[in-house]
């Protein structure tokens, strides 16, 4: 194995083991990244008896970011979730709470422009997550999160997920 493709190697898994959750079961979260940088990676986990998901988020360094907004809550508890940053902003953060007797949680997100950047060549992921099951999404290189939807089912008291990815 070459010598960059080792760095590399280590580098990718540096920055997979400095993931790290953001908020306990049931409790609230409030994640942005640090100016000039945009979400690359969203995992989260999901436990029955809690009927709850733990997050965790990663960020990648990208040209100055400016005129961030905050969508506030954009979901009802049950309900659809289905938001587009605005013009060309993109996602820079999540915010949410839980609620015990729903077991659901609502969500708001962060946007920004990124300086010299037209989000294009939008497209919509598959699902990143199956009921129950540990969510995933990687944001390749150069690209970033324009969108998020997601749906909720009552029998199974949790959410599967898309993201629309856009090139910058």
Not at 29 to 37: A, H, L, M, S, Y
Not at 101 to 118: A, L
Not at 147 to 159: C, G, I, L, T, V
Request: charged share 25%; glycine share 4%.
């Amino acid at each position: 194995m070459s010598y960059v493709v080792r760095l590399l190697l280590v580098v990718c898994m540096a920055s997979v083991a400095s993931a790290a959750y953001v908020n306990d079961w049931d409790q609230p979260f409030n994640f942005r990244c640090p100016d000039g940088q945009v979400v690359s990676y969203v995992s989260s986990i999901h436990n029955n008896r809690r009927e709850d998901r733990r997050w965790e988020f990663l960020c990648r360094s990208t040209r100055q970011t400016h005129s961030c907004t905050d969508s506030g809550y954009v979901n009802d508890f049950d309900g659809p979730l289905v938001y587009t940053c605005p013009g060309n902003k993109v996602m820079v953060g999540v915010h949410s709470y839980h609620n015990n007797r729903r077991e659901d949680r609502r969500f708001g997100f962060y946007c920004c422009d990124v300086q010299g950047s037209t989000p294009r060549d939008c497209y919509t992921t598959n699902y990143v997550n199956d009921w129950d099951e540990k969510l995933t999404l990687v944001v390749p290189e150069g690209t970033a999160v324009k969108a998020a939807y997601s749906h909720h089912d009552n029998r199974r008291e949790d959410r599967r997920w898309q993201f629309q990815i856009c090139t910058l």
